[in-house]
């Protein structure tokens, strides 16, 4: 069973940039699939960021584009995430996910096994 | 495309049925519509994929139906474990949107 674990900060300032970590075990990133990061903010709804395969290709979120990068290190297997210049609207569970296949189509924006997230908040 | 979904809240009794809907302000290809399963504290759960094919080990009193723009996810009868929040989600074009999501509460 394919497992992921989010890290990250906790706690963040404004102008700061959040790095968030998710490793993954019992399975190999590199054997395919995209993989993504999706945020919540508290008492709200979910917000796609960005998405990632292990060759490279890249999805992005075109409201976060500009602040958001998103990298793989298929030596750890584990995925990555930076946003900088945070600010309290950045504040969010963040998790980590796989991206699903229909019929072997890469589907880059949609996931079926989850992080458990991470929750970062960012304030002075 | 936009996702708006109907009703906010859905108060419905165990073991009674319960139809909640997704509807989008642009095309969306019935491909590219997911719905997911929140509980409080816990990751998103996706229940269905394509628009009405279940994902792996989701019981079959969830069903979805539905082409663009309206969609609907059906929980046939409730069980206690279904109570919790449904987001729909069109991952078809960016920026792969979710619904505002459908609170589904013990009546």
């Known amino acids: 069973q394919v497992q992921l674990q989010e890290s990250g900060p906790g706690l963040a300032k404004p102008s700061e940039t959040l790095s968030l970590t998710c490793n993954v075990s019992?399975?190999?990133?590199?054997?395919?699939?995209?993989w993504g990061w999706i945020r919540q903010p508290p008492g709200k709804g979910l917000e796609w960021i960005a998405s990632?395969?292990?060759?490279?290709?890249?999805y992005y979120n075109p409201s976060l584009k500009s602040r958001v990068t998103i990298s793989v290190d298929t030596s750890k297997n584990q995925l990555s995430l930076k946003l900088s210049s945070v600010t309290a609207a950045d504040t969010a569970v963040y998790y980590c996910?796989?991206?699903?296949?229909?019929?072997?189509?890469?589907?880059?924006?949609?996931?079926?096994?989850w992080g458990q997230g991470t929750m970062v908040t960012v304030s002075s | 495309s936009v996702l708006t979904q109907s009703p906010g809240t859905l108060s419905v009794s165990p073991g009674e049925k319960a139809s909640l809907s997704c509807r989008a302000s642009?095309?969306?290809?019935?491909?590219?519509l997911a719905w997911y399963q929140q509980k409080p504290g816990q990751a998103p759960r996706l229940l269905i994929y394509?628009?009405?094919s279940r994902a792996t080990g989701i019981p079959d009193r969830f069903s979805g139906s539905g082409s663009g723009p309206d969609f609907t996810l059906t929980i046939s009868r409730l069980e206690p474990e279904d109570f919790a929040v449904y987001y729909c989600?069109?991952?078809?074009?960016?920026?792969?949107?979710f619904g505002q999501g459908t609170k589904v509460e013990i009546k």
């Open positions: 996910a796989r991206s699903i296949t229909i019929f072997g189509v890469l589907m880059p924006r949609a996931f079926d096994i």
């Open positions: 019992r399975y190999s990133i590199s054997s395919g699939y995209y």
């Open positions: 990632i395969y292990h060759g490279g290709s890249t």
């Open positions: 642009q095309s969306v290809g019935s491909t590219y």
């Open positions: 394509g628009a009405s």
């Open positions: 989600q069109q991952y078809g074009s960016s920026p792969g949107t």
